[in-house]
């Protein structure tokens, strides 16, 4: 399972890479991976076997259309048509992690309850590269569940600067 991730998330890397459209595809394929994974009724729609693989790719089409690069699009509608809509999150995971390789960087998902501007992003991404010793590209995804604050992820590490887990903390200092 693992290998086959891999491969997808390489080819990907190599189209995106070859067509000059990296930056670009990474963005909207992780853009759309989030919104996948947030919506059980679109998981399963674009992960149910008994749906044709040209409906399924037609979902994507539908939602991507006037929103992203043709190239993303297409990307998209290939993995969910051949079948693999269960494995596209976890494969735009691994060709987001691919491309900051590419680049020598390390991606840090940052979860917030509002959304971030380009100021704030840069400036996490230095925080967190001080912290983490790395270069760090920061991909926000916007938490309504959360209160307040930020958790990032960098690989295994966990970073969390929630107000939920701030006021735990004082709870156990008193």
Request: proline share 3%.
């Amino acid at each position: 399972m693992a290998d086959r991730i891999e491969a997808w998330a390489q080819a990907l890397l190599e189209i995106a890479q070859a067509e000059d459209h990296l930056s670009e595809v990474e963005d909207e394929l992780f853009r759309f991976a989030r919104i996948v994974e947030g919506n059980d009724e679109l998981r399963m729609a674009l992960s149910n076997p008994g749906q044709p693989a040209d409906r399924r790719a037609a979902i994507v089409d539908e939602l991507l259309e006037n929103r992203s690069l043709q190239m993303t699009r297409a990307m998209a509608a290939f993995i969910v048509g051949a079948g693999r809509g269960h494995d596209l999150p976890a494969i735009v995971a691994r060709f987001v992690e691919l491309a900051a390789q590419s680049r020598q960087h390390e991606v840090a998902e940052v979860r917030s309850a509002v959304p971030l501007d380009d100021e704030q992003v840069q400036k996490l991404a230095q925080a967190l590269g001080r912290a983490t010793n790395k270069n760090i590209e920061v991909r926000v995804v916007v938490d309504p569940t959360l209160l307040g604050g930020i958790v990032a992820t960098i690989g295994d590490t966990v970073i969390d600067g929630t107000v939920r887990h701030r006021l735990e903390q004082l709870k156990e200092t008193l």
